[in-house]
């Protein structure tokens, strides 16, 4: 009996000690100060680590990430930058839940921090956010002024001197954020891998430059140039100092409806084209025009003047004749053959831009002169020369009619005739003073006028005799003075 009261007593013994040695295995791993092992924050080890360190660590990281900043460099236009800390745009950063994990540790009762202990999770994920609106906003207001202004087109004037002279165009600017916005948005919201194991106090800036499109206007500088419109290549002027009111009316308003026409390479020029716009824009008036062989009052005299000294501005400049014919009758102010004629739906002046580039034509009229420019690209070394030689001359031949208001047998020279000619023009292009090309470009017959003569009648009782009916080609009315 005694020999098993001794057992019983002996068995009791180890029970309270392993008792006594188990609760001090569990206070002590209860109350330790150590974060359990294996516990990560992002990829920072705080496993290990004593509570208020860990609690430390992480907040000293999560102060580190809102100092971080970010540089913009405008170095296209402004050369300038700006920094500003991502805690500016609202960012913050929190390992939630951490805090108050690791501070549950140490509260509540031995059994409860024992089980908690146990139970405590081995990672938690770093929280962010931030305005990345207020980011663009800040960008757009510290380079506001990139935005407040306009493409200008480059400009060609052409001075009193004939000079070319270009403004070059001016450049808008637009800020293209979207990428830049995308980019910070990237850089500032860390991916789980990204949240780093050692910590500092600068964990980085991000460097950016600011991202600006340029905007061109319509008309670049480099645009305007390729048009070639490059000096002063040709220039002609006729004299209308003779001409009436109406004629000198007509001229002018002709060549200023011609001036700054403007021709792109191989563009053919119609003087039909001119002459519709001259009727919508003016009103011509009465001056003599060419009618069956004869000068007579008509409406729209001395638009031919402008076509005929445009003509001889283009044959001077080497550009090609597509359609071109000379007045039946001489004019005076250009010798035979350098005469361009035009009849509504019925004779026209055409050329083709030969020169490779554009073409512009300036006129100008004053005291009775009337001045064409062209304005284009033509090597300087390189001039034309225009010739004109007369084939025949052609007599007039009389015509002679009753008159029967004169006396009996009397005959009177109304109109004396004037000779007509047949006339070969010829354009001889030079390079550096030598020959290179002679071309026939035309061959003209100018009619002759008759010499008109009446004579009285045979008898008095004689018959008047019949007029003659001008042929279907007389009916043409062509400018003439």
Same mark, same amino acid.
């Given at each position: 009996?005694?020999?098993?009261?001794?057992?019983?007593?002996?068995?009791?013994?180890?029970?309270?000690?392993?008792?006594?040695?188990?609760?001090?295995?569990?206070?002590?791993?209860?109350?330790?100060?150590?974060?359990?092992?294996?516990?990560?924050?992002?990829?920072?080890?705080?496993?290990?680590?004593?509570?208020?360190?860990?609690?430390?660590?992480?907040?000293?990281?999560?102060?580190?990430?809102?100092?971080?900043?970010?540089?913009?460099?405008?170095?296209?236009?402004?050369?300038?930058?700006?920094?500003?800390?991502?805690?500016? +745009?609202?960012?913050?950063?929190?390992?939630?839940?951490?805090?108050?994990?690791?501070?549950?540790?140490?509260?509540?009762?031995?059994?409860?921090?024992?089980?908690?202990?146990?139970? +405590?999770?081995?990672?938690?994920?770093?929280?962010?956010?931030? /305005?990345?609106?207020?980011?663009?906003?800040?960008?757009?207001?510290?380079?506001?002024?990139?935005?407040?202004?306009? &493409?200008?087109?480059? !400009?060609?004037?052409?001075?009193?001197?004939?000079?070319?002279?270009? $403004?070059?165009?001016?450049?808008?600017?637009?800020?293209?954020?979207?990428?830049?916005?995308?980019?910070?948005?990237?850089?500032?919201?860390?991916?789980?891998?990204?949240?780093?194991?050692?910590?500092?106090?600068?964990?980085?800036?991000?460097?950016?430059?600011?991202?600006?499109?340029?905007?061109?206007? *319509?008309? $670049?500088?480099?645009?305007?140039?390729? /048009?070639?419109?490059?000096?002063?290549?040709?220039?002609?002027?006729? *004299?209308? !100092?003779? !001409?009436?009111?109406?004629?000198?009316?007509?001229?002018?308003?002709?060549?200023?409806?011609?001036?700054?026409?403007?021709?792109?390479?191989?563009?053919?020029?119609?003087?039909?084209?001119?002459?519709?716009?001259? /009727?919508?824009?003016?009103? =011509?008036?009465?001056?003599?025009?060419?009618?069956?062989?004869?000068?007579?009052?008509?409406?729209?005299?001395?638009?031919?003047?402008?076509?005929?000294?445009?003509?001889?501005?283009?044959?001077?400049?080497?550009?090609?004749?597509?359609?071109?014919?000379?007045?039946?009758? &001489?004019?005076?102010?250009?010798?035979?053959?350098?005469?361009? %004629? =035009?009849? %509504?739906?019925?004779?026209?002046?055409? +050329?083709?831009?030969? $020169?490779?580039?554009?073409?512009?034509?300036?006129?100008?009229?004053?005291?009775?002169?009337?001045?064409?420019?062209? +304005?284009?690209?033509? &090597?300087?070394?390189?001039?034309?020369?225009?010739?004109?030689?007369?084939?025949?001359?052609?007599?007039?031949?009389?015509?002679? !009619?009753?008159?029967?208001?004169?006396?009996?047998?009397? %005959?009177?020279?109304?109109?004396?005739?004037?000779?007509?000619?047949?006339?070969?023009?010829?354009?001889?292009?030079?390079?550096?003073?030598?020959?290179?090309?002679?071309?026939?470009?035309?061959?003209?017959?100018?009619?002759?006028?008759?010499?008109?003569?009446?004579?009285?009648?045979?008898?008095?009782?004689?018959?008047?005799?019949?007029? %003659?009916?001008?042929? &279907?080609?007389?009916?043409?009315? /062509?400018?003439?003075?």
């Amino acid at each position: 009996m005694r020999k098993l009261q001794w057992v019983l007593w002996g068995l009791l013994a180890v029970v309270l000690f392993a008792a006594a040695a188990g609760f001090v295995v569990v206070w002590k791993y209860a109350n330790q100060e150590l974060v359990p092992e294996g516990v990560t924050a992002g990829k920072l080890q705080i496993g290990g680590m004593y509570i208020d360190d860990a609690i430390a660590l992480l907040d000293k990281y999560e102060k580190a990430l809102e100092k971080r900043s970010i540089t913009v460099q405008a170095n296209q236009v402004a050369k300038d930058s700006r920094s500003w800390l991502v805690s500016e +745009f609202g960012y913050r950063a929190e390992f939630t839940g951490a805090r108050d994990a690791l501070l549950q540790l140490k509260k509540g009762g031995l059994w409860e921090r024992a089980r908690y202990r146990y139970q +405590f999770p081995n990672h938690y994920a770093l929280s962010q956010s931030w /305005e990345k609106s207020a980011f663009e906003s800040a960008l757009r207001k510290q380079w506001r002024w990139v935005e407040n202004n306009s &493409p200008q087109n480059a !400009s060609r004037e052409i001075t009193k001197q004939d000079e070319v002279i270009y $403004t070059p165009h001016a450049d808008a600017y637009r800020l293209d954020l979207a990428g830049l916005v995308q980019e910070a948005d990237l850089w500032v919201l860390l991916e789980e891998n990204e949240v780093g194991q050692e910590v500092t106090d600068d964990l980085g800036t991000m460097v950016a430059e600011l991202p600006i499109s340029t905007i061109h206007p *319509d008309i $670049t500088l480099e645009k305007l140039k390729n /048009e070639g419109i490059d000096r002063l290549i040709m220039s002609f002027t006729t *004299d209308f !100092s003779s !001409s009436a009111e109406g004629r000198s009316h007509n001229v002018s308003v002709t060549a200023k409806t011609l001036n700054d026409w403007y021709l792109k390479p191989d563009e053919v020029f119609a003087y039909s084209e001119l002459i519709a716009k001259a /009727e919508k824009e003016h009103t =011509y008036r009465e001056a003599p025009v060419i009618l069956n062989g004869k000068f007579v009052p008509g409406i729209g005299g001395g638009i031919c003047q402008v076509s005929s000294t445009l003509y001889q501005a283009i044959l001077r400049a080497g550009l090609g004749i597509e359609e071109r014919r000379n007045h039946s009758l &001489p004019v005076a102010y250009l010798p035979l053959g350098h005469d361009a %004629t =035009y009849a %509504t739906d019925a004779i026209d002046f055409k +050329f083709r831009n030969t $020169t490779g580039k554009s073409l512009l034509i300036r006129t100008s009229v004053k005291n009775k002169k009337l001045t064409i420019k062209l +304005f284009g690209t033509m &090597p300087s070394n390189e001039s034309y020369e225009i010739e004109s030689v007369t084939l025949d001359t052609l007599s007039p031949k009389t015509q002679q !009619s009753v008159n029967p208001a004169l006396p009996v047998g009397k %005959t009177v020279v109304v109109d004396k005739g004037k000779p007509g000619y047949i006339v070969e023009t010829y354009r001889t292009h030079l390079r550096d003073g030598k020959v290179i090309t002679r071309e026939r470009v035309s061959k003209d017959t100018y009619r002759a006028q008759p010499t008109l003569i009446e004579t009285g009648p045979a008898s008095l009782n004689a018959t008047p005799s019949p007029q %003659t009916t001008p042929s &279907p080609g007389d009916s043409l009315v /062509e400018d003439g003075l």
